[in-house]
């Protein structure tokens, strides 16, 4: 079935430095990619999505892009801040349920 | 704020019990789904409702059931409950639910703890 595998965390990064979260997934067809964000004590957030090979999703200087031939979609930013801890859910819309399979989520701390 | 609210925030219970969670979509979703966050299983859909009607089924318990009333709040109710079951439950809701590509909106969460 579909599923989405995400790197482990956590990640521990210094202020301004560069992130990566990787995220691969296995889908029958051309799901839809979405990133989420759940800070502390809240619920998820959108933060990103890609409906089609190639987009690339954007938002408060995230940015992932959707990769067919690589079945990806690696969240990337260029330079952390401290607010920007939290867990980082990669999903796909897709499955036999037709509906959102996460991955286990990448907990990110960032000091300053 | 997403829009979507659900309460309780909290609750607490003891094994054998039930209880209902509480959803109200944001305005204008017609569909409504529901969530399971626990630590070693991760996020795992539970159930979709569109419109008053069931649409989609996941890994959800037969002890669980779920509503969705005619002014589309939704229910969640969870009985004979088992330490297992202790989890974080999220609402989420979207326009349609039919697209691909429809972003879902999440709630905040309901935290259950069976003790």
């Known amino acids: 079935g579909d599923s989405v595998t995400q790197m482990e965390g956590p990640v521990t990064l210094s202020e301004e430095a560069c992130l990566t979260i990787n995220c691969t997934y296995t889908a029958t067809g051309y799901p839809s990619l979405f990133w989420y964000v759940q800070y502390p004590g809240e619920g998820l957030q959108l933060l990103l999505k890609?409906?089609?090979?190639?987009d690339k999703g954007s938002n408060k200087g995230f940015e992932a892009t959707y990769r067919k031939e690589t079945t990806s979609f690696h969240l990337e930013k260029g330079s952390v801040q401290v607010s920007d801890s939290a867990v980082y859910f990669c999903a796909l819309f897709g499955g036999s349920q037709g509906n959102l399979i996460f991955g286990k989520g990448t907990k990110l701390s960032v000091k300053p | 704020d997403s829009g979507v609210t659900q309460t309780p925030k909290h609750l607490i219970t003891a094994t054998g019990q039930r209880v209902t969670l509480r959803c109200s979509p944001r305005s204008g979703d017609l569909s409504v789904y529901w969530y399971q966050q626990s630590l070693d299983q991760g996020l795992q859909f539970l159930i979709q409702?569109?419109?008053?009607?069931?649409?989609a089924k996941g890994n959800i318990l037969e002890r669980f059931s779920a509503q969705q009333f005619p002014d589309l709040h939704s229910e969640l109710n969870l009985s004979s409950l088992e330490l297992g079951d202790s989890a974080l439950y999220f609402c989420a809701s979207s326009v349609r639910g039919t697209l691909n590509s429809e972003t879902q909106y999440f709630g905040p969460g309901t935290r259950l703890l069976v003790l």
């Open positions: 890609a409906t089609k090979a190639d």
């Open positions: 409702y569109y419109n008053g009607e069931e649409r």
